[in-house]
Nanobody
Framework: QVQLVESGGGLVQAGGSLRLSCAAS????????MGWFRQAPGKEREFVSA???????NYADSVKGRFTISRDNAKNAFYLQMTTLRPEDTAVYYC????????????????WGQGTQVTVSS
């Protein structure tokens, strides 16, 4: 089992930045692929970014160049640095973990955090 806890969400103006954190416990963190997803009101949960245990990264086209994913295996944590935020980035952001390689499919992630709200005002 893996327990995930997100933090760092909040309200920010368009063009601003936020850094989300996800703390993991319960299993060898360094062997997991970690991902970020988001869900806006009335929409499906969508892939944002993922990072493997080898630090290969993957991003949705909508965030490429603006968001950066990273991990710190020594702290059992990973992060999403979000810059140049837009109102359409407003959503609940979830961290997730899986034992395999990259996946953009939310159904292939085994563990989820509770979510943190990010609101970007125009």
């Amino acid at each position: 089992q893996v327990q995930l806890v997100e933090s760092g969400g909040g309200l920010v103006q368009a063009g601003g930045s936020l850094r989300l954190s996800c703390a993991a416990s319960g299993r060898t963190f360094s062997s997991l692929t970690m991902g970020w997803f988001r869900q806006a009101p009335g929409k499906e949960r969508e892939f944002v970014s993922a990072i493997t245990w080898t630090t290969n990264t993957n991003y949705a086209d909508s965030v490429k160049g603006r968001f950066t994913i990273s991990r710190d295996n020594a702290k059992n944590a990973f992060y999403l640095q979000m810059t140049t935020l837009r109102p359409e980035d407003t959503a609940v952001y979830y961290c997730a973990a899986r034992t395999g390689w990259f996946s953009t499919n939310k159904g292939e992630y085994d563990y989820w955090g509770q979510g943190t709200q990010v609101t970007v005002s125009s």
